[in-house]
Antibody
Framework: QLQLQESGPGLVKPSETLSLTCTVS??????????WGWIRQPPGKGLEWVGS???????YYNPSLRSRLTISVDTSRNQFSLKLSSVTAADTAVYYC???????????????WGKGTTVTVSS | QSALTQPASVSGSPGQSITISCTGT?????????VSWYQQHPGKAPKLMIY???NRPSGVSDRLSGSKSGNTASLTISGLQAEDEADYYC???????????FGTGTKVTVL
C-alpha cells in the first residue's frame, strides 16, 4: 500500500528557506502517469495547491509562488522535495504531499496523501 | 488563478440530502471532466471522495455522488449522517498557467 510521509523543520525564520521532503513507500516514485505534489493549508483556511512534479521530471508551480519555489526529486531515495525561499508569516501552514493522477500536462485527482507537517514561520 | 467558488457552509438534519456546488470556468470545471472532491475532518489530511466528476473510489459510501453542469460541479450527500460533518473541497485541473486549483471549501454541519 502506497504511503507518503512529510518531514522537515517545524520552525523557519522569516527570510530563510523552508525545506521539506516527502518519502514515498510501498511504490516507486518513477511510476508512469503520476504527479507528486505539495499542497498547503494555512491555519483555519482552505487548501492551496503549491506545485507538482511529473514522473518524467517536469515541474509545475503555483504562479503566486513560482519565483520562490523549487520542487525536485531524488529517485534513489524515492523522495521528492520542496524548497520555498524568502518565507514570511504568510507561508505558515500545514504542508501535505500527495500523489495525483495525470497524463502529460493534464493532472487529475489526488488519491494518496501524507498526514501533513506543520511549518511555522517566526523569529 | 482564482480558487473555485464553493458555499462557505451547508447544513442538514440526519437522513436529509444536501448538495455542495463548485463553480469555476471553462478553463477548469467546465472544460474537463477532472473534478474531484475531498473530505477533511479537523486535524486530518484530506480524503478523496469523488474523482473525474462522478466516480467513487473503493470504500467510499454510495451516499455520495457527483455531477457537473456547465462550469458548476456538485457533490450530493444523501441520507446525511453525523460522520459526514466535515469540510469538503472540490478541485480541478486547469488549463491556465497553473496546473491544479482547489475550491474555497464548504463546512458541512449535521444538525
Amino acid at each position: 500500500q502506497l504511503q507518503l510521509q512529510e518531514s522537515g523543520p517545524g520552525l523557519v525564520k522569516p527570510s530563510e528557506t523552508l525545506s521539506l521532503t516527502c518519502t514515498v513507500s510501498g511504490g516507486s516514485i518513477t511510476s508512469a502517469s503520476y504527479y507528486w505534489g505539495w499542497i498547503r493549508q494555512p491555519p483555519g483556511k482552505g487548501l492551496e495547491w503549491v506545485g507538482s512534479l511529473y514522473y518524467s521530471g517536469a515541474t509545475y508551480y503555483n504562479p503566486s509562488l513560482r519565483s520562490r519555489l523549487t520542487i525536485s526529486v531524488d529517485t534513489s531515495r524515492n523522495q521528492f522535495s520542496l524548497k520555498l525561499s524568502s518565507v514570511t508569516a504568510a507561508d505558515t501552514a500545514v504542508y501535505y504531499c500527495a500523489r495525483h493522477h495525470g497524463i502529460g500536462a493534464v493532472s487529475g485527482h489526488m488519491d494518496v496523501w501524507g498526514k501533513g507537517t506543520t511549518v511555522t514561520v517566526s523569529s | 488563478q482564482s480558487a473555485l467558488t464553493q458555499p462557505a457552509s451547508v447544513s442538514g438534519s440526519p437522513g436529509q440530502s444536501i448538495t455542495i456546488s463548485c463553480t469555476g470556468t471553462s478553463s477548469d470545471v467546465g472544460g474537463y471532466n477532472l473534478v474531484s472532491w475531498y473530505q477533511q475532518h479537523p486535524g486530518k489530511a484530506p480524503k478523496l471522495m469523488i474523482y473525474d466528476v462522478t466516480n467513487r473510489p473503493s470504500g467510499v459510501s454510495d451516499r455520495l455522488s457527483g455531477s457537473k453542469s456547465g462550469n458548476t460541479a456538485s457533490l450530493t450527500i444523501s441520507g446525511l449522517q453525523a460522520e459526514d460533518e466535515a469540510d469538503y473541497y472540490c478541485s480541478s485541473y486547469t488549463s491556465t498557467t497553473t496546473l491544479h486549483v482547489f475550491g474555497t471549501g464548504t463546512k458541512v454541519t449535521v444538525l
